[in-house]
């Protein structure tokens, strides 16, 4: 369960630095590059919602089996 809360926050993380990198790009438009930094920002942001998913499903899942181990011994 440590490593899916573990990638819960690392996903959280890159998301909020995403989000960070878009507002800074949309601020400072005449920058020749901005596109493209909007552009690799927004794909981390995906990136992160599926990092932040795929965690929350191995939490998901270790509560499950600790949830089956527990009814089993009982």
Same mark, same amino acid.
């Given at each position: 369960?440590?490593?899916? /809360?573990? *990638?819960?926050? !690392? *996903?959280? =993380?890159?998301?909020?630095?995403? !989000?960070?990198?878009?507002? =800074?790009?949309?601020?400072?438009?005449?920058?020749?590059?901005? &596109?493209? $930094?909007?552009?690799?920002? #927004?794909?981390? &942001? $995906?990136?992160?919602? &599926? =990092? +932040?998913?795929?965690? %929350?499903? +191995?939490? $998901?899942? %270790?509560?499950?089996? /600790? *949830?089956?181990?527990?009814?089993? $011994? #009982?």
């Amino acid at each position: 369960m440590a490593a899916g /809360m573990s *990638g819960v926050h !690392a *996903g959280l =993380q890159q998301a909020n630095a995403a !989000a960070q990198d878009i507002a =800074q790009a949309t601020n400072k438009p005449e920058a020749d590059n901005s &596109l493209n $930094k909007v552009t690799e920002a #927004v794909v981390d &942001l $995906k990136v992160s919602e &599926l =990092q +932040v998913e795929a965690s %929350a499903a +191995v939490v $998901k899942t %270790a509560d499950d089996m /600790m *949830g089956t181990l527990i009814n089993t $011994k #009982v």
